[in-house]
């Protein structure tokens, strides 16, 4: 499975983005697709995922009320909408996808989230 992501910029605190990520290749592999980010100094850390067929959501507390995953199975898209944005959001986002075993396997190349105070 390959995963480009895309969506990112420089927002204002409170603003919104979308991120996008296109999954192409093995996609009916694909069980779970996930959202994770890297901010500057830190590690990697997981934001939120989507079960690619019957929609389960999780989100790490940090994000609930404030993002939002969503997937378009046509499209092998999943999206994470993010509203209310903090400059504490400010980082590396990546999508991941995982079969229904073993860890995220399949990684995107990143995409920069910029949150100014």
């Known amino acids: 499975v390959q995963l480009q992501a895309s969506g990112g910029g420089l927002v204002q605190a409170g603003g919104s983005l979308r991120l996008s990520c296109a999954a192409s290749?093995?996609?009916?592999?694909?069980?779970?697709m996930g959202w994770f980010r890297q901010a500057p100094g830190k590690e990697r850390e997981f934001v939120a995922s989507?079960?690619?067929?019957?929609?389960?959501?999780y989100y790490v507390d940090a994000v609930k009320g404030r993002f939002t995953i969503s997937r378009d199975n046509a499209k092998n898209t999943v999206y994470l909408q993010m509203n209310s944005l903090r400059p504490e959001d400010t980082a590396v986002y990546y999508c991941?996808?995982?079969?229904?075993?073993?860890?995220?396997?399949?990684w995107g190349q990143g995409t920069q989230v910029t949150v100014s105070s």
């Open positions: 991941a996808s995982r079969r229904n075993v073993g860890s995220y396997s399949s």
């Open positions: 290749g093995r996609t009916f592999s694909i069980y779970v």
């Open positions: 989507i079960n690619w067929n019957v929609g389960d959501t």
